[in-house]
């Protein structure tokens, strides 16, 4: 990957109230001609911790890399240099929860493409894929059906889609459902 990958953070409220306290991590990533800060103008930070306080939902971390150049994904490397570098530094830095079941990861538009590609790709480092508003990288849709088959069964990770139905990728989005239920694989 060319240059620095560059992230922002979101910690929960409660983060340096215990040193020893470990958290799950959400892994984030924005759409396309967007950035890092893509999520926090959509609200995150402030729904989290609202959710957060009433007990809605437990903490956790989530980590907002930067794709600084939408290359094709087979020559960008923003997937290598995510779970090369970004993971193990992460984890090296922050009070991280480092085993798969903690681990989950999520995009919006092109951030979901690259959430299934990495998902898939690197299904031993994440637990949940989350799939938002999913147009899938054009050739990966021919390599569903070969990466399920590369995923022991007890390994595949959760998967979550949603998406507008006047969005222009809806079709993107069912047709990689109904590959999801072709092969049997639960989702929502």
Excluded at 62 to 69: C, D, K
Excluded at 112 to 139: C, D, V
Aim: hydrophobic residues 40%; aromatic residues 12%.
């Amino acid at each position: 990957y060319e240059g620095e990958l560059s992230f922002q953070i979101y910690l929960p409220p409660c983060y340096q109230a215990d040193s020893e306290k470990r958290y799950p991590v959400l892994y984030l990533l924005h759409g396309l001609s967007y950035d890092e800060g893509q999520w926090l103008q959509l609200g995150l930070a402030q729904e989290l911790d609202a959710l957060m306080a009433d007990g809605i939902i437990a903490p956790f971390i989530v980590v907002l890399p930067r794709e600084a150049r939408f290359n094709p994904p087979q020559i960008s490397g923003f997937d290598d240099a995510l779970v090369g570098e970004l993971v193990p530094w992460i984890d090296a830095h922050y009070q991280t929860l480092v085993e798969k079941p903690f681990r989950a990861l999520g995009g919006l538009s092109r951030g979901a493409a690259w959430a299934i590609r990495i998902g898939f790709t690197h299904f031993q480092l994440f637990n949940s894929i989350g799939a938002h508003s999913l147009p899938l990288f054009e050739t990966d849709g021919g390599n569903i059906s070969a990466w399920l088959m590369d995923i022991p069964p007890g390994d595949l990770p959760t998967f979550y889609i949603d998406i507008g139905r006047s969005d222009q990728e809806v079709q993107s989005a069912l047709d990689f459902a109904n590959q999801l239920d072709e092969h049997h694989i639960p989702h929502e």
